[in-house]
């Protein structure tokens, strides 16, 4: 992080609170209707606090004092930009529904260097529609049934064989879902060549979240270097590909081959990028997810010992060589509910950023004028006790009764996260597996912050313990 410059632009901008009190009245005669707020300081606008406010436990604050304030949309300034900040349901509705008509994505430049040109993420138009279809077909119940069940529970228990003692939970998560999207993407198998490419992985994703001057940071820099790297490494093994589609014809059935051999003739470099972005989706937030409902199980005795009857239920009644079937996976009811409940404490994917194409009124008679980048905020509508009782209380049970209507932990619209259903059985299989042959206690101590990316601090370390019923079986394979 650039503290350096941060402090000095901070200082420079306090020196001047008459030319900050003079935006801002300039800011409301241009705008009129816009939805009221605060922009704080001169180009960093409100971004330190909301920084400041998300690298807590408790990052609340920054929005319910706004929202008392202003109301449930105001406007703010947050990395670089005047924004619109929306914490209303219906709102956050008429956002992700109509994508590409009033409303169109919008990252920073920062973030599109480090995702490619060509990433679905900030795809536009026809070609978003047609990549997008293609990823949900991977979504289907009936891919993930056919091809890729088998396949996490496999990796999974493999992966869990080698644990003992001590266990930082989130690096093990990310290794499992790295593995997981290298085999669904390319049907690879892990090894030392998937090991080194998520080496360089890690150097990219740690740039994503260096703004606000990304042009200075050496951290940005060096992410930058090892996209490349990350990218040339697939364009080979992409045109190895089609190289052997030229001569054998198609044998796989994973995502490349989708994107080699559909109808679509993507280039070489959109269907890396493509790539590149689809580990991204994959990676950081699956596991973020699998270490968080641990965590929140840990902390929360009854869920756990009611999770544990629905799995071992399942357990005595296989082989113990057996892998999981999509029947044990629809057996599993409790675990959708703590599921769900994970997603929605934890708010991985916070909201979303998109930029208005035209004028739009919303409700209370105001205007988010055209051009103007908005900030659709999930965590707000999951974090109200309006929505939801004891809001930020985990409480699974909540969702034997209710499906709640304001729920959006994939977003929504035609942007629906393609990789929701993959990450719900990701997570399953893995409960199932966790839960039936280990018992385990945390660590340390250890912290869930929001910024630059929702995590615990100290990665969830955790001893772990075999159970007495496995000890001689269960060894992967
Ligand atoms: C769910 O509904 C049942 C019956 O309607 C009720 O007894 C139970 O307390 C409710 N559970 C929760 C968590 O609200
Ligand atoms: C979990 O949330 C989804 C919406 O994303 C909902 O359709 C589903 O019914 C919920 N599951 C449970 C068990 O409540
Ligand atoms: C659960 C779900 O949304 N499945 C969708 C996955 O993709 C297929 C094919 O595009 C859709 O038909 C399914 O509805």
Redesign the pocket.
């Known amino acids: 992080m650039d503290f350096k410059l941060i402090s000095l632009l901070l200082s420079l901008a306090l020196s001047t609170p008459l030319i900050t009190l003079l935006f801002r009245l300039v800011m409301r005669w241009w705008w009129g209707r816009l939805p009221p707020g605060s922009l704080g300081l001169p180009l960093i606008g409100e971004t330190l606090q909301l920084i400041a406010a998300y690298k807590t436990e408790n990052p609340e604050p920054f929005i319910d004092d706004r929202v008392k304030r202003h109301g449930p949309v105001f406007t703010t300034h947050v990395f670089g930009e005047p924004t619109v900040f929306s914490t209303d349901p219906e709102v956050n509705r008429l956002i992700l529904h109509n994508e590409g008509k009033l409303f169109e994505v919008s990252y920073p430049g920062s973030i599109s260097n480090l995702l490619g040109r060509r990433s679905l993420l900030l795809m536009k138009g026809g070609l978003h529609k047609r990549m997008h279809s293609l990823t949900m077909s991977f979504n289907s119940s009936a891919t993930i049934r056919l091809h890729f069940l088998p396949h996490i529970d496999r990796l999974i228990r493999l992966n869990l064989g080698s644990w003992s003692g001590r266990v930082l939970l989130m690096e093990e998560a990310k290794k499992i879902t790295f593995e997981l999207t290298m085999k669904q993407l390319m049907s690879f198998d892990p090894g030392e060549w998937t090991e080194s490419l998520r080496k360089e992985y890690v150097l990219v994703l740690e740039g994503f979240f260096t703004i606000p001057i990304p042009f200075f940071s050496a951290t940005y820099r060096r992410a930058i270097g090892a996209r490349t790297k990350v990218a040339e490494a697939l364009t080979l093994i992409v045109r190895q590909r089609r190289r052997e589609q030229e001569e054998k014809g198609a044998e796989k059935s994973d995502m490349l081959a989708a994107l080699l051999y559909g109808d679509d003739r993507f280039s070489d470099e959109e269907i890396v990028d493509f790539l590149v972005a689809l580990l991204v989706a994959g990676y950081e937030t699956t596991s973020t997810l699998m270490t968080l409902a641990v965590k929140f199980l840990t902390e929360t005795p009854l869920a756990l010992a009611q999770l544990k009857e629905e799995h071992e239920d399942i357990r005595v009644k296989k082989d113990p060589s057996e892998g999981l079937e999509w029947t044990d996976y629809k057996s599993m009811p409790f675990t959708q509910c703590v599921v769900n409940e994970t997603l929605r404490v934890a708010n991985i994917i916070s909201g979303v950023f998109r930029r208005t194409v035209a004028d739009i009124p919303i409700k209370g008679g105001y205007v988010i004028p055209k051009g103007w980048k908005v900030f659709a905020s999930f965590r707000a509508v999951h974090m109200n006790p309006e929505n939801f009782k004891d809001a930020r209380k985990f409480?699974p049970?909540?969702w034997?009764?209710s499906s709640g209507n304001t729920y959006t932990p994939f977003g929504g619209g035609p942007r629906l996260c393609p990789g929701y259903e993959l990450a719900r059985v990701i997570l399953s299989v893995f409960l199932h597996r966790l839960v039936t042959r280990f018992s385990w206690v945390p660590a340390e101590e250890d912290k869930l912050v929001f910024f630059p990316t929702t995590r615990t601090q100290k990665r969830y370390p955790i001893f772990v313990k075999q159970l007495g019923h496995d000890s001689l079986e269960m060894n992967g394979n």
Do not use: G, H, T
């Open positions: 409480d049970w909540r034997q009764n």
